[in-house]
């Protein structure tokens, strides 16, 4: 058993064929602070047999040190603990592992460098692209491995521990802009300015598949917590929704008049689809700008969005209500995100700062200054307690 923000994930001592470890989520969308737990588990054990008796009591511990962290209050203030000169060419991108305990950074440099959140120490320069490094991921909750995708498009699969090139992934014929490590690290997606998509086998090396079906450029990519869907996004002003094992279509969203970018439309408009049937849930307006970013909280609950018309807005995945909006920054914000407990989301901004808001009432917290320039990309740690930022002023700060 393995603990997350509102989802349990289960492993099967007995392995299927190819010896591949066994896993199915449990997600635990409506966990309160007042939710019964001996009643979840119940309903748990009578729709799941992986819980045993004998496992049973361990489940109900993590599920109690879930509620817990549901039932957080969280009203920190953050600190800067540590500016680094991260590249000497400005940033792409920053990402944690799961732990938090180290991240990436990605450059024009050509470089993606691991770092040590404690003492903000460089472990590892990853050297090898000959062009700009886009598109960094770790392959959490694992942390072992990062990937990074290139201009020169090509995708490199490394040791977090010791920085070493396990492989180089070759075959697309533009620049890969997104990559996405399955949940359970058993592949890499990548995507391209070629309008395909590639899948890659971690453990040997070799690509598994190419998903081509859009006629303009893949810009966003998404595995399901299953690991066996994969969303895209185009500019083709389409999403397609992928079966991995069998590379047929599942579905091809349409309906966008815009470009699609993080699997959203470029023209202020968010739609909302049902994965299972392919139709359109909602369309949540309310920005007048282009939307540059979007994100569901950790339980599915909240959804937020970031416009270039300098603001964020939380809707309800429930009713696609507005519940509040996000006002403060001068100019357009690129990045947003929730913390792990969902009560607040960060924001950066082209302001040179990114905020910290109350997600359910939309009032700043706090403004996190110091930066130079342009602020595209920000993260919370799986605890929350800590936040990277990273700018186009070539450097990635770490608030505690």
């Known amino acids: 058993h393995k603990q997350q923000t509102n ?15 066994r896993t199915k989520s449990i997600d635990l969308l409506n966990l309160t602070p007042d939710t019964d737990v001996n009643e979840l588990l119940s309903d748990i054990r009578a729709a799941e047999p992986l819980i045993t008796s004998s496992c049973a009591e361990q489940v109900k511990v993590l599920i109690c040190k879930l509620q817990e962290k549901v039932g957080q209050k969280d009203d920190r203030r953050f600190y800067l603990f540590r500016a680094l000169q991260a590249h000497n060419l400005p940033l792409t991108n920053v990402a944690f592992n799961k732990s938090g305990s180290s991240f990436i950074t990605g450059s ?90 590639k899948l890659w086998d971690v453990e040997s090396g070799k690509e598994v598949s190419t998903l081509a079906g859009h006629f303009a450029e893949i810009i966003s990519l998404s595995f399901n917590t299953m690991g066996d869907h994969l969303v895209m996004g185009s500019l083709d002003h389409t999403a397609i929704l992928w079966d991995i094992s069998s590379g047929i279509k599942v579905h091809i969203l349409t309906g966008h008049r815009g470009e699609i970018s993080c699997v959203i439309s470029g023209r202020g408009v968010v739609c909302v689809w049902d994965a299972d049937s392919g139709q359109c849930l909602a369309t949540l307006l309310g920005h007048n700008d282009e939307v540059l970013d979007v994100c569901f909280n950790y339980a599915g609950q909240l959804i937020a969005t970031a416009s270039a018309d300098g603001t964020s807005r939380v809707f309800s995945a429930e009713t696609f209500q ?47 200054e110091g930066h130079s320039d342009e602020i595209f990309s920000c993260a919370f740690n799986y605890e929350g307690d800590t936040i990277i930022t990273g700018s186009k002023d070539n450097t990635c700060r770490i608030w505690h």
């Open 7 to 21: 989802k349990l994930q289960l492993y099967d001592q007995d392995r299927e064929k190819g010896g591949q470890l």
């Open 108 to 197: 024009y440099d050509r470089t993606c460098k691991l770092w040590d959140t404690a003492s903000g120490e460089e472990l590892h320069t990853l050297e090898g692209h000959r062009n700009i490094v886009y598109a960094i991921a770790f392959n959490n909750p694992y942390g072992d491995k990062v990937a990074t995708g290139s201009f020169d498009k090509t995708c490199k699969l490394w040791s977090a521990e010791t920085g070493k090139c396990f492989y180089t992934f070759r075959g697309h014929t533009a620049e890969i802009v997104c990559l996405a490590f399955s949940p359970q690290s058993i592949l890499v997606a990548t995507g391209s300015m070629d309008t395909t998509a």
């Open 322 to 368: 507005c519940l509040c909006q996000l006002e403060g920054h001068k100019g357009e914000i690129s990045k947003v995100c929730f913390n792990p407990q969902g009560s607040c989301a960060l924001t950066a901004s082209v302001d040179k700062t990114a905020r910290v808001w109350y997600a359910n009432t939309g009032a700043c917290l706090q403004a996190l």
